[in-house]
């Protein structure tokens, strides 16, 4: 099955793709990405399931969601380029590393899992949450999904992080079959006994505050892959470079920026 997948570019210099996570199309990398585009070719895509992107039925894998992602890289005209994911995004990257390792120069992995026996479960906070949705308002849900993803702190101090995250959200509204697609491939992945093969260098990324993803795991993604270092964001949560996006965009670039020699 040919799927269709809506993608855009925006400035020039090395390649660097954008994958997002669950629920979340391409504008989900607002805050930074004309920021990465100073410096880099930026490509953002849908991921299949959200926004311009097809919806075929579920479930999805992550692996599935990585030849997406090479599609877009081949209709670009793009032969190697660095790949950034974030969430469902950064375990879909990382199936891209695994999968066509020529095609990737670096790797940043932000608020994500290696998956399997060893990962770290969903936190409580989310775990709660997603039993106790079905029964709300789906604008109260979708309000307090988007609130779990980020730190208290945050929620408290810049509302209006809520509310534009929240408008944006509601704009691309995902079905819920289409949700529960991409939840499947988030909730089978699992690439902790295959991460050793992965060539490209990593930069993993996490906020201390995440409640949607443990944030051992990332001490457990820097343990599994050959070349990986952690860098965390202290009273961060889930949606990090929506919290600190200069930080965010100065640490993924001066690690893009490096000379492997």
């Known amino acids: 099955m040919t799927v269709r997948i809506g993608w855009e570019r925006r400035g020039a210099g090395e390649p660097l793709v954008l994958v997002h996570g669950l629920g979340y199309a391409r504008w989900g990398w607002e805050p930074v990405a004309d920021r990465l585009a100073e410096r880099f070719s930026v490509l953002l895509l849908d991921n299949r399931g959200i926004g311009e992107s097809d919806a075929p039925p579920g479930p999805y894998t992550a692996a599935e969601m990585a030849a997406d992602v090479l599609g877009m890289l081949d209709a670009a005209g ?119 093969g992965v060539r490209a260098p990593a930069l993993v990324l996490h906020g201390t505050e995440d409640v949607v993803v443990d944030p051992r795991n990332a ?28 930080r965010f965009v100065e640490t993924v670039t001066a690690f893009l920026a490096e000379d492997d020699c």
């Open 78 to 196: 793009v032969e190697r380029a660095h790949a950034l994911g974030t969430s469902l995004g950064g375990m879909i990257v990382q199936e891209l590393a695994l999968a066509a390792p020529e095609r990737v120069e670096r790797l940043v992995l932000a608020c994500t899992t290696p998956g399997g026996p060893r990962a770290y479960a969903t936190p409580e906070p989310t775990v709660r949450l997603l039993a106790q949705a079905p029964a709300l308002e789906p604008a109260v849900a979708l309000r307090r999904f988007v609130e779990n993803a980020l730190a208290p702190g945050t929620v408290a101090a810049r509302p209006e992080l809520v509310t534009r995250i929240l408008e944006l959200r509601l704009r691309t509204a995902q079905p819920r079959e289409a949700w529960a697609a991409q939840a499947a491939a988030a909730q089978s992945f699992d690439a902790s006994s295959r991460l050793g």
């Open 219 to 246: 001490d457990l993604l820097c343990e599994l892959l050959p070349s990986a270092r952690l860098e965390r964001f202290p009273g961060c949560g889930h949606l990090l470079f929506w919290e600190q996006p200069q």
